[in-house]
């Protein structure tokens, strides 16, 4: 176009980093998903101010971009971008995953009220406004939170399993949202009122986790999420469990002896002087421990070390 390539060098770059961001992993989200990065495209270039406005859009630049946007991530035949592109996109793919578990699962406990927007009860690859306002399935979200709850009444660890095997359909991130708020409507005075403190990793991999206690006069939870979890895993594994966690444990609890029951797998922990994570993220890549009844009478809270006895 007059001498200059179209879409230019910052465009282009722009573009890989979209794909990167918001390519969808499978699922009826590619069936549009051209027609969205093309409306998205329009937009950004018109708002970057560089080569076309709302006020005079340069149709001839957007049609070259449009062309480039379209011939990326064209159907049939891959193409020498895609071949490139995939194994970096399917990477950065599977450890969003990972991270969008923990988020969830921080944003859930943490002191305060978890800010939820709808639409976003599975994975969200949404592009900035009108396409994040799209109208959403709520039929779909009831039904499978339903069959989640009906697989989770029979047997946590079975579903458990199931979700891992394929993270790519959100199911597990709905999961994970479900019994989190189902925790803190069980116990609404533990996550309303309750106290704060970090919790303390020892071992190999303590600086991969992060974690916190929720205590009040009668109750207790902990939280433990992996972080900067790209050297545990390999590529085609998403998840951090069991055994890469090595010797990584929470330190040694005052008044230890304490049992636990993880909110999402259902599975049952004794602190024999520190949970190890290789066993509470055995299952799942995130946990959520709440005290059994009658197991955290006593208990006071240090704001360094967690929960102590009196």
């Known amino acids: 176009m007059g001498g200059k390539s179209a879409p230019d060098k910052n465009d282009e770059y722009f573009l890989y980093q979209t794909l990167l961001g ?3 992993d499978g699922g009826d989200g590619l069936s549009d998903f051209g027609r969205r990065l093309a409306e998205y495209c329009i937009k950004a270039v018109r708002e970057g101010k560089e080569h076309s406005t709302w006020r005079t859009p ?10 480039f946007a379209a011939s990326l991530v064209s159907e049939g035949r891959k193409n020498a971008f895609q071949t490139e592109f995939e194994p970096l996109w399917r990477r950065v793919t599977e450890l969003g995953y990972s991270n969008s578990l923990s988020q969830l699962l921080l944003k859930l406990a943490s002191p305060g009220v978890p800010d939820l927007y709808q639409g976003t009860e599975f994975w ?5 406004d009108p396409d994040n306002r799209r109208p959403v399935d709520f039929a779909l979200r009831a039904k499978r939170l339903a069959e ?20 790519e359909d959100g199911r ?21 009122t309750g106290g704060y403190a970090p919790a303390v990793f020892e071992g190999k991999q303590a600086g991969r986790a992060f974690g916190f206690w929720r205590v009040s006069e009668k109750d207790t ?9 790209a050297p545990l895993t390999d590529a085609g594994t998403p998840f951090a469990l069991g055994t890469v966690w090595e010797d990584t444990r929470l330190a040694v609890l005052e008044g230890k002896g304490k049992r636990f029951v993880d909110a999402l797998t259902g599975r049952h922990y004794q602190d024999a002087g520190g949970l190890y994570l290789k066993d509470v993220l055995g ?4 946990a959520l421990l709440l005290a059994e009844a009658g197991e955290t009478a006593g208990w006071g809270l240090n704001c360094e070390t967690g929960p102590t006895s009196s």
Not at 148 to 167: I, R, T, Y
Not at 179 to 185: H, I, K
Not at 283 to 286: E, H, Q, R
């Open 172 to 192: 597990i991130k709905l999961f994970a949202l479900w019994r989190g708020l189902a925790a803190r409507n069980d116990r609404p005075e533990l996550f309303a």
């Open 58 to 67: 340069d149709l001839k630049y957007e049609k070259a971009l449009l062309d």
């Open 22 to 24: 918001h390519l969808p």
């Open 148 to 167: 989640l709850q009906k697989a989770f009444a029979e047997d946590p660890e079975k579903l458990c399993e199931k979700l891992l095997a394929s993270p």
């Open 221 to 229: 939870a902990l939280v433990a999420v992996p972080r900067l979890v």
């Open 283 to 286: 299952k799942f890549p995130v």
């Open 124 to 128: 969200d690859l949404s592009f900035v």
